[in-house]
């Protein structure tokens, strides 16, 4: 049964080189700068394991990836072994893709019961690295390890000189306490599914904090059936991984057209194969081509899906926009289904129903615990590694909601309602005003038909790149963002965000695209982050722009201002004043590594793209961009708004807004 410590929190991280190792700690208290302390060990200087073990004693540690490293080479070094065995034993885990329960026998090490650990790799979405979700929460540096893995630390060392004097030493050190302030960083930005998991481990007994959503449904579920039955759960055996099924067509589905009704024959005919745990999408269904009203449609192992692109509509005085959204869309049809993975039997339901009854009356933080049990249990119903695996089972969901989904389509379409995009779990509708009542019962008989809940929203517009990625314009006038037009975030890499706050502030509020992009004070707003394979470098010949304007008439050189000429200087013509603003000068500027995280924004004065330091391609979008590894306190003199104002204008016309009405 897990309880609570009650310990402060301090983030833990390790480096480790061939004559090398360092251990850092540091405290975490919100609103307080990070500070650090680390334990290092090299020629020497042995460890200091009495004060680590004291610090384990007395804090609850916070590491990234600390299952999977961090605490096997912390245990591994407090057994005394040297740095070279200390490396040997960190590229076993690193290169040889060595577990933790893997290292534990092979090392002869257990991570010890003092110590009470939260890893944040699962919990954070999206499966990026620290340096990625560094960017994401706008870290003020973005810094990749300064020397390579299997480099010497005191490389730099001459003789007669002290070790302690290293500069690639004190550069590590630096590095390393970079790093826990984006660790922290990250566990203050995911605090509230933090709070979520604390709750739950309390309330389950087990200890969830450093699961993923699908972990902890498993282990939820697996711990409630075992409860009930006395009996231990395991996973399926290995023939599930390798089998062959029909889908079995639930007897309220069906269609009144001869095409859906040939569509569905297709669908029950289809043979699902399941190949290593995996299902490919049969090609029967990859190849079907729905159409219905002025809208085509698209099967798929995850969901329906329409296939507009480059298309917006608009609600009018004869005409209402809609979106129909199913309550709990997946979790309902099992219920309503009854479906259950075969090994597990009945009691799953008896398991899974009570908390889909609890989530439908609950609010706050209780409601976000059972939606993570109900949708990260339909997850693992795909992992073949899973206790929950059950291929059959999760095609038995989604093929039902697809078709259902289709049902609604047809309904709509046969009584002249169109239906102008479709996604998963809802539909959106440009019904005319005097059909209204006649949608009204559509969404009514097919909610008695199918036992699933309909929920609506009205909107004013919808402007569309495609179906994943679109801005909805919302009867009060705020917007719903979705895919590439979303608000960055943890799961999102932020891109040029301004550009899209622009965008949306000129379809909801008419708001000049310049005003938003050149009244922005946040630099943050105008960065791009990119993943790159190999590390990025940056520089070469650059164009530099260092002319601004003085007044209504004159230019000067912005090195002058820097300089701090004053304006009598300036009067006295001892500064060049021009007329008309000069081109850029053509300057070299040396290839500068950057890391395989990089941060950057678009920039008059960029040195050129960004290229892959092992090919020398350019990365992606990164044309006329500048790296801005460090994030200033102010906002850049040399930001290319043209460039912004651009891409604004650019995104306006993916989402099929007409630009000669600006």
Not at 117 to 136: C, F, N, T, W
Not at 291 to 301: A, E, H, P, V
Not at 464 to 473: L, P, T
């Amino acid at each position: 049964m897990w309880q609570p410590t009650g310990r402060p929190l301090a983030t833990l991280d390790i480096e480790c080189y061939r004559d090398y190792f360092l251990v850092m700690f540091s405290r975490i208290i919100k609103g307080q700068k990070v500070k650090y302390k680390g334990f290092e060990k090299y020629w020497d200087q042995p460890l200091d394991s009495r004060s680590i073990v004291t610090v384990l004693k007395q804090f609850t540690m916070v590491t990234f990836n600390g299952n999977g490293y961090d605490m096997c080479m912390l245990m591994y070094a407090l057994t005394g072994v040297s740095n070279k065995q200390l490396k040997a034993a960190s590229d076993h885990i690193i290169q040889g893709n060595l577990r933790n329960w893997q290292f534990e026998q092979q090392y002869n090490v257990v991570v010890h019961p003092l110590v009470d650990h939260i890893d944040l790799m699962e919990v954070a979405p999206g499966q990026a690295s620290l340096k990625i979700y560094g960017g994401r929460l706008h870290s003020r540096l973005m810094q990749d390890l300064p020397y390579h893995h299997d480099d010497f630390i005191f490389a730099d060392v001459e003789p007669g000189f002290p070790l302690s004097s290293s500069v690639r030493r004190k550069n590590t050190y630096e590095y390393c306490g970079n790093d826990h302030a984006t660790t922290q960083d990250l566990y203050h930005g995911l605090e509230e599914k933090l709070h979520i998991r604390e709750v739950m481990s309390q309330q389950y007994g087990l200890d969830l904090r450093s699961k993923s959503d699908a972990q902890i449904a498993e282990a939820v579920i697996k711990t409630e059936i075992e409860r009930r039955t006395g009996k231990r759960v395991w996973k399926p055996d290995d023939s599930t991984r390798n089998m062959a099924f029909h889908y079995q067509v639930p007897d309220f589905v069906s269609f009144q057209t001869p095409d859906m009704q040939k569509v569905l024959r297709v669908v029950r005919d289809t043979l699902f194969v399941v190949e290593n745990g995996k299902i490919p999408m049969p090609k029967s269904l990859e190849s079907l081509q729905i159409t219905m009203g002025d809208s085509r449609y698209q099967l798929g192992i995850g969901g329906l899906h329409s296939t507009e692109s480059q298309v917006s509509h608009h609600a009018d005085d004869d005409n209402d926009l809609e979106e129909d959204d199913v309550r709990s869309y997946y979790p309902s049809i099992i219920i309503e289904l009854g479906l259950f993975p075969k090994h597990l039997g009945p009691v799953f339901l008896e398991v899974y129903e009570p908390i889909y009854d609890e989530r439908q009356v609950s609010s706050g933080t209780k409601k976000e615990t059972f939606k993570i049990i109900l949708n990260g249990s339909f997850g693992k119903f795909g992992s073949g590694y899973s206790i929950l695996f059950a291929p059959e089972l999760m095609i038995q969901t989604t093929i039902t909601g697809q078709l259902c989904l289709l049902m609604l389509i047809e309904a709509l379409e046969e009584e002249g309602i169109p239906v102008v995009s479709a996604n998963t779990d809802g539909v959106v509708t440009r019904c005319p005003k005097y059909l209204r009542k006649t949608k009204d019962r559509i969404l009514a008989e097919w909610q008695k038909k199918t036992g699933f809940v309909m929920e609506s929203a009205p909107y004013k517009s919808i402007y569309s790149r495609d179906v994943n990625n679109y801005i909805a314009i919302k009867a009060d006038g705020t917007a719903k963002r979705k895919g590439a037009y979303a608000k960055p975030g943890l799961s999102k890499n932020p891109t040029v965000n301004i550009c899209n706050e622009a965008a949306v502030a000129f379809l909801t509020k008419g708001t000049p695209i310049e005003e938003t992009i050149e009244w922005c004070q946040d630099v943050r707003e105008f960065v791009s982050i990119k993943k790159v394979d190999g590390g990025g470098v940056q520089g070469g010949e650059s164009l530099v722009d260092d002319w601004v304007r003085r007044d209504e008439r004159h230019w000067v050189r912005q090195a002058w201002i820097d300089a701090g000429e004053s304006d009598i200087w300036l009067e006295n013509k001892k500064v060049k004043l021009v007329t008309k603003r000069p081109p850029p000068v053509a300057v070299q500027v040396d290839p500068k590594y950057l890391g395989k995280a990089v941060r950057f924004y678009y920039s008059t004065n960029s040195p050129g793209p960004i290229r892959r330091a092992k090919t020398g391609a350019i990365v992606g979008d990164s044309t006329g961009s500048l790296a801005l590894m460090t994030l200033p306190e102010h906002l850049p003199l040399d930001i290319d708004y043209d460039w912004y104002i651009a891409k604004t204008k650019r995104i306006l016309r993916e989402v099929a807004y007409d630009l000669r009405q600006i």
